[in-house]
Protein backbone atom coordinates (compact mmCIF):
# COMPACT_ATOMS: atom_id res chain seq x y z
CA UNK A 1 0.00 0.00 0.00
CA UNK A 2 1.34 3.71 -0.79
CA UNK A 3 0.27 7.24 0.05
CA UNK A 4 -0.88 9.28 -3.50
CA UNK A 5 1.06 10.82 -5.26
CA UNK A 6 4.43 10.34 -4.49
CA UNK A 7 4.56 6.76 -3.66
CA UNK A 8 6.02 6.52 -0.72
CA UNK A 9 4.03 4.60 2.17
CA UNK A 10 1.70 6.46 4.35
CA UNK A 11 3.14 8.01 6.74
CA UNK A 12 0.98 6.06 9.81
CA UNK A 13 3.00 2.71 8.76
CA UNK A 14 6.42 4.43 8.66
CA UNK A 15 6.10 5.54 12.19
CA UNK A 16 4.27 2.03 13.15
CA UNK A 17 7.33 0.26 11.61
CA UNK A 18 9.91 2.21 13.09
CA UNK A 19 8.42 2.69 16.14
CA UNK A 20 7.91 6.21 16.14
CA UNK A 21 5.94 6.62 19.93
CA UNK A 22 5.85 10.90 19.51
CA UNK A 23 8.01 11.92 22.44
CA UNK A 24 6.76 14.87 24.58
CA UNK A 25 10.25 15.63 26.28
CA UNK A 26 10.74 17.00 22.34
CA UNK A 27 7.46 18.73 21.60
CA UNK A 28 6.50 15.94 19.11
CA UNK A 29 2.83 15.63 17.50
CA UNK A 30 2.90 14.43 14.01
CA UNK A 31 0.72 15.31 11.25
CA UNK A 32 -0.24 11.83 9.30
CA UNK A 33 -2.46 14.03 6.78
CA UNK A 34 -0.70 14.39 3.30
CA UNK A 35 -4.07 16.92 2.17
CA UNK A 36 -3.36 18.87 5.20
CA UNK A 37 0.87 19.14 5.30
CA UNK A 38 0.31 19.82 1.67
CA UNK A 39 -1.91 22.70 2.89
CA UNK A 40 0.65 23.82 4.63
CA UNK A 41 3.26 24.12 2.28
CA UNK A 42 1.13 25.62 -0.17
CA UNK A 43 0.50 29.09 2.55
CA UNK A 44 3.66 30.59 1.62
CA UNK A 45 2.69 30.64 -2.61
CA UNK A 46 4.35 28.87 -4.88
CA UNK A 47 7.18 26.72 -3.73
CA UNK A 48 9.62 26.43 -7.61
CA UNK A 49 13.01 27.38 -7.29
CA UNK A 50 12.87 28.08 -3.69
CA UNK A 51 15.18 26.50 -0.78
CA UNK A 52 12.76 25.78 2.46
CA UNK A 53 14.43 25.12 5.86
CA UNK A 54 12.15 23.02 8.00
CA UNK A 55 12.98 22.53 11.42
CA UNK A 56 11.63 19.13 13.53
CA UNK A 57 10.58 17.53 10.91
CA UNK A 58 9.71 14.22 12.48
CA UNK A 59 8.84 11.13 10.35
CA UNK A 60 8.40 14.00 7.36
CA UNK A 61 4.78 14.52 6.58
CA UNK A 62 5.75 17.70 5.67
CA UNK A 63 8.86 17.40 4.11
CA UNK A 64 7.14 15.14 1.61
CA UNK A 65 4.50 17.54 1.16
CA UNK A 66 7.06 20.50 0.68
CA UNK A 67 8.70 18.31 -1.98
CA UNK A 68 5.41 17.60 -3.59
CA UNK A 69 4.50 20.83 -3.84
CA UNK A 70 7.57 21.83 -6.06
CA UNK A 71 10.60 22.66 -3.65
CA UNK A 72 13.99 22.85 -4.92
CA UNK A 73 15.78 21.93 -2.09
CA UNK A 74 14.57 21.40 1.45
CA UNK A 75 16.74 21.16 4.43
CA UNK A 76 15.74 19.11 7.06
CA UNK A 77 16.48 20.04 11.35
CA UNK A 78 15.98 17.07 13.00
CA UNK A 79 17.38 16.66 16.96
CA UNK A 80 15.19 12.74 17.28
CA UNK A 81 17.93 9.97 16.06
CA UNK A 82 14.74 7.73 15.50
CA UNK A 83 13.41 9.62 12.74
CA UNK A 84 16.73 9.65 10.86
CA UNK A 85 15.73 6.26 8.57
CA UNK A 86 12.54 7.62 7.47
CA UNK A 87 13.69 11.01 6.78
CA UNK A 88 16.59 9.08 4.51
CA UNK A 89 13.56 7.17 2.74
CA UNK A 90 12.24 10.52 1.89
CA UNK A 91 15.91 11.74 0.47
CA UNK A 92 16.25 8.23 -1.18
CA UNK A 93 13.21 8.84 -3.31
CA UNK A 94 13.92 12.74 -4.54
CA UNK A 95 17.60 12.31 -5.06
CA UNK A 96 19.52 15.58 -4.05
CA UNK A 97 16.39 17.67 -3.15
CA UNK A 98 16.52 16.67 0.75
CA UNK A 99 19.49 17.30 3.25
CA UNK A 100 19.40 16.01 6.58
CA UNK A 101 20.73 17.79 9.42
CA UNK A 102 20.69 16.17 12.97
CA UNK A 103 21.11 18.58 15.41
CA UNK A 104 19.72 21.40 17.76
CA UNK A 105 17.84 23.90 15.83
CA UNK A 106 18.57 26.31 18.74
CA UNK A 107 22.14 26.30 18.32
CA UNK A 108 21.75 26.39 14.03
CA UNK A 109 23.21 29.03 12.12
CA UNK A 110 20.57 29.67 9.86
CA UNK A 111 21.85 32.23 7.92
CA UNK A 112 24.53 30.07 6.53
CA UNK A 113 22.28 27.08 4.93
CA UNK A 114 20.90 30.17 3.13
CA UNK A 115 24.43 30.96 1.64
CA UNK A 116 24.05 30.14 -2.55
CA UNK A 117 20.14 29.96 -2.23
CA UNK A 118 18.73 32.89 -3.70
CA UNK A 119 15.28 32.25 -1.96
CA UNK A 120 14.43 30.50 1.66
CA UNK A 121 11.69 30.22 2.99
CA UNK A 122 11.42 28.74 7.09
CA UNK A 123 8.23 26.35 6.70
CA UNK A 124 7.60 24.21 9.65
CA UNK A 125 5.28 22.19 12.06
CA UNK A 126 7.53 23.93 15.17
CA UNK A 127 8.13 21.48 18.44
CA UNK A 128 5.67 24.27 20.88
CA UNK A 129 8.86 24.24 23.44
CA UNK A 130 11.09 25.91 21.42
CA UNK A 131 8.87 27.89 18.65
CA UNK A 132 9.33 31.32 20.82
CA UNK A 133 13.05 31.31 20.91
CA UNK A 134 13.54 29.83 17.43
CA UNK A 135 11.13 33.09 16.39
CA UNK A 136 12.41 35.51 18.15
CA UNK A 137 16.01 35.07 16.34
CA UNK A 138 14.60 34.58 13.33
CA UNK A 139 12.90 37.84 13.29
CA UNK A 140 16.09 39.47 15.33
CA UNK A 141 18.42 38.44 12.33
CA UNK A 142 20.88 41.09 11.08
CA UNK A 143 21.15 42.82 8.62
CA UNK A 144 17.64 43.14 7.75
CA UNK A 145 15.86 42.61 5.45
CA UNK A 146 16.99 38.80 6.03
CA UNK A 147 17.81 35.85 4.27
CA UNK A 148 14.26 34.59 4.34
CA UNK A 149 11.48 35.72 2.35
CA UNK A 150 8.57 33.95 3.94
CA UNK A 151 7.90 31.82 6.89
CA UNK A 152 5.05 29.72 7.59
CA UNK A 153 5.08 28.36 11.05
CA UNK A 154 3.02 25.97 13.42
CA UNK A 155 2.32 27.44 16.84
CA UNK A 156 0.08 27.25 19.63
CA UNK A 157 -3.22 29.12 18.75
CA UNK A 158 -2.63 31.48 21.99
CA UNK A 159 0.77 32.22 20.91
CA UNK A 160 -0.69 32.50 16.85
CA UNK A 161 -2.82 35.45 18.33
CA UNK A 162 -0.27 37.13 20.36
CA UNK A 163 1.82 37.66 16.98
CA UNK A 164 -1.06 39.38 14.69
CA UNK A 165 -2.87 41.17 17.95
CA UNK A 166 -3.61 44.42 17.37
CA UNK A 167 -2.70 47.49 19.87
CA UNK A 168 -5.60 47.91 22.13
CA UNK A 169 -6.53 43.96 22.43
CA UNK A 170 -5.87 41.72 25.35
CA UNK A 171 -3.47 39.60 23.35
CA UNK A 172 -1.33 42.61 21.84
CA UNK A 173 2.16 42.62 23.92
CA UNK A 174 5.83 42.31 23.30
CA UNK A 175 5.68 39.55 20.92
CA UNK A 176 3.00 41.38 19.12
CA UNK A 177 5.39 44.23 18.42
CA UNK A 178 8.39 42.94 17.45
CA UNK A 179 6.80 40.48 15.05
CA UNK A 180 4.67 43.18 13.66
CA UNK A 181 8.22 45.28 13.64
CA UNK A 182 9.85 43.37 11.36
CA UNK A 183 6.84 41.45 9.54
CA UNK A 184 3.53 41.29 8.24
CA UNK A 185 1.84 38.58 9.57
CA UNK A 186 -1.44 36.77 8.97
CA UNK A 187 -3.06 33.64 10.76
CA UNK A 188 -3.42 31.54 7.67
CA UNK A 189 -5.34 28.83 9.14
CA UNK A 190 -6.74 27.35 12.36
CA UNK A 191 -5.75 23.63 12.83
CA UNK A 192 -7.59 21.48 16.26
CA UNK A 193 -6.23 18.86 18.32
CA UNK A 194 -7.38 16.08 16.47
CA UNK A 195 -5.19 17.15 13.71
CA UNK A 196 -2.05 15.64 15.30
CA UNK A 197 -1.08 12.32 16.50
CA UNK A 198 -1.08 12.22 19.73
CA UNK A 199 -3.05 15.24 20.19
CA UNK A 200 -2.13 18.22 21.92
CA UNK A 201 -4.16 19.60 24.82
CA UNK A 202 -4.29 23.02 22.63
CA UNK A 203 -5.52 23.99 19.01
CA UNK A 204 -2.59 25.12 16.99
CA UNK A 205 -2.67 27.74 13.45
CA UNK A 206 -0.21 28.39 10.96
CA UNK A 207 0.86 31.97 10.96
CA UNK A 208 2.47 33.17 7.11
CA UNK A 209 5.11 36.11 7.68
CA UNK A 210 6.62 38.25 5.24
CA UNK A 211 9.45 40.76 6.39
CA UNK A 212 8.99 44.38 5.70
CA UNK A 213 11.35 46.94 4.87
CA UNK A 214 13.97 48.40 7.67
CA UNK A 215 11.42 49.92 10.18
CA UNK A 216 11.55 53.63 10.37
CA UNK A 217 12.93 54.19 13.98
CA UNK A 218 15.30 52.12 15.47
CA UNK A 219 18.22 50.58 13.97
CA UNK A 220 17.70 47.14 15.56
CA UNK A 221 15.79 45.03 18.03
CA UNK A 222 17.80 45.33 20.93
CA UNK A 223 16.20 48.75 22.31
CA UNK A 224 12.87 47.70 21.13
CA UNK A 225 13.39 44.38 23.07
CA UNK A 226 14.35 46.48 26.65
CA UNK A 227 11.83 48.82 26.07
CA UNK A 228 9.08 46.35 25.57
CA UNK A 229 10.02 44.67 28.64
CA UNK A 230 9.87 47.49 30.79
CA UNK A 231 6.80 48.35 29.40
CA UNK A 232 4.90 45.22 29.42
CA UNK A 233 6.40 43.85 32.18
CA UNK A 234 3.84 46.13 34.50
CA UNK A 235 1.37 46.40 31.59
CA UNK A 236 -1.62 47.59 34.10
CA UNK A 237 0.72 50.37 35.23
CA UNK A 238 0.42 53.45 33.16
CA UNK A 239 4.01 54.20 31.17
CA UNK A 240 5.03 57.11 33.72
CA UNK A 241 5.49 54.31 36.11
CA UNK A 242 6.94 51.23 34.10
CA UNK A 243 9.25 53.42 31.88
CA UNK A 244 10.59 55.81 34.25
CA UNK A 245 13.77 54.25 34.58
CA UNK A 246 14.41 54.19 31.28
CA UNK A 247 14.45 57.82 30.25
CA UNK A 248 15.60 60.87 32.14
CA UNK A 249 13.23 63.35 30.64
CA UNK A 250 10.30 60.59 29.90
CA UNK A 251 7.23 63.08 29.38
CA UNK A 252 9.49 65.04 26.52
CA UNK A 253 10.29 61.72 24.62
CA UNK A 254 6.80 60.43 25.16
CA UNK A 255 5.13 63.94 24.02
CA UNK A 256 7.74 63.27 20.93
CA UNK A 257 5.94 60.05 20.05
CA UNK A 258 2.86 61.49 20.76
CA UNK A 259 2.22 59.37 23.26
CA UNK A 260 0.23 60.43 27.06
CA UNK A 261 2.62 59.57 29.91
CA UNK A 262 -0.88 57.86 31.79
CA UNK A 263 -1.57 55.58 28.54
CA UNK A 264 -0.81 51.86 29.17
CA UNK A 265 1.28 49.84 27.52
CA UNK A 266 -1.25 47.86 25.23
CA UNK A 267 -2.20 51.38 23.71
CA UNK A 268 0.91 51.89 22.33
CA UNK A 269 1.40 51.53 18.31
CA UNK A 270 4.25 49.62 16.97
CA UNK A 271 5.59 52.86 15.30
CA UNK A 272 5.60 54.46 18.60
CA UNK A 273 7.60 51.77 20.25
CA UNK A 274 10.09 52.22 17.49
CA UNK A 275 9.86 56.17 18.14
CA UNK A 276 10.75 55.27 21.60
CA UNK A 277 13.55 52.91 20.59
CA UNK A 278 15.16 55.16 18.48
CA UNK A 279 14.94 57.56 21.53
CA UNK A 280 16.59 54.91 23.79
CA UNK A 281 19.26 53.92 21.04
CA UNK A 282 20.20 57.27 20.73
CA UNK A 283 20.97 57.24 24.81
CA UNK A 284 22.80 54.03 24.27
CA UNK A 285 26.24 54.11 23.49
CA UNK A 286 27.09 51.82 20.30
CA UNK A 287 29.03 48.60 20.69
Same mark, same amino acid.
Given at each position: ???? =? ?51 ? +? ?9 ? $? +? ?9 ? $?? #? ?11 ? +? ?13 ? !????VGAQ ?13 ? =? ?23 ? $??ADRI ?46 ? =?????? +? #? ?9 ? !? ?43 ? !? ?6 EALT???
Amino acid at each position: MTDA =PDNLPPLREVIRRLDLTARKSLSQNFILDLNLTRRIARSTGNLHGVTVIEVGP +GPGGLTRALLL $E +GADRVIAIERD $ER #CKPALEEIAAHWP +GQLEILMGDALTTEY !ASLAVGAQRVRVIANLPYSIAT =PLFTGWLTAEPWPPWWEHMALMFQR $EVADRIVAPPGSKTYGRLSVLSQWRAAARIAFHLPAQAFTPPPKVSSSVVVLS =PLAPPV +G #CRDSRALQALT !AAAFGQRRKMLRSTLKATFADLDTVLKGAGINATDRAESVTVEQY !AQLAAALEALTPQS
